[in-house]
């Protein structure tokens, strides 16, 4: 079974530069994480969908990130204008439902603002 | 706000030790307990779920989950290089929280 696939791997931009970065879950899992890993700290959720819909985005700065799963299998996150705070690991997991107990993760985007 | 706190470390013991890592939690709403492990670089992978108070074994791997006293813990017996990493405790009420971590060293 195919794991979670995301990319790119890694991306330096300019800070004022949008970035967008791709994620396919594990075939068949109907919920999908946005995780960012900032380095020394434990992994922020950011949103989170079960198929095309959104179950919590309380932590994603909705002004300037954004994210979408259209058919509820790919998903993207967008991030317009970026900071330099943004730097971090971006990792993309998803499990069978929101209720279910195991997520399995990406190997993540690393994102380098400058 | 449902917090998990993981505020020992970073860890070192000696190859073949037991290692022994804590993690507590605010609300006592949560059923589900796991343990991550992450490799420098790499992305966090499952290692043991506890949904019930008392132990769970699973190879050198022990999970401990005391709910009265809201903590969880992660023992590894006979402790080898290759378990340096970070250890991740993450608990799910509506949504699956993280702790900090904490970095294990063992010395050969």
């Known amino acids: 079974e195919a794991g979670v696939a995301q990319s790119p791997r890694y991306k330096i931009i300019e800070k004022r530069q949008s970035v967008a970065f791709w994620c396919n879950p594990i075939s068949g899992h109907a919920t999908l994480y946005w995780y960012q890993q900032i380095l020394g700290q434990g992994p922020k959720l950011l949103i989170q969908f079960q198929n095309n819909g959104v179950v919590d985005d309380s932590q994603l700065p909705k002004d300037r990130f954004s994210a979408e799963r259209l058919k509820g299998v790919d998903s993207t996150l967008k991030i317009q204008p970026a900071k330099l705070e943004d730097s971090a690991v971006y990792l993309c997991?998803?499990?069978?439902?929101?209720?279910?107990?195991?997520?399995?993760f990406g190997q993540g985007t690393r994102l380098t603002v400058v | 706000q449902k917090e998990v706190e993981q505020n020992s470390g970073p860890l070192s013991v000696p190859e073949g030790a037991i290692a022994s890592l804590n993690c507590t939690y605010s609300d006592r709403g949560s059923q589900s307990f796991f343990w991550y492990r992450q490799y420098s670089g790499k992305s966090p992978e499952l290692i043991m779920s506890i949904y019930s108070n008392g132990d769970k074994e699973d190879g050198r791997f022990t999970a401990q989950l005391n709910k009265a006293s809201q903590y969880v813990s992660l023992l590894i017996r006979d402790s080898q290089p290759s378990d340096s990493a970070t250890y991740l405790c993450a608990v799910r009420w509506s949504k699956l929280t993280f702790g900090k971590g904490i970095t294990l060293s063992v010395r050969p």
């Open positions: 997991a998803s499990s069978r439902n929101v209720g279910d107990t195991e997520a399995f």
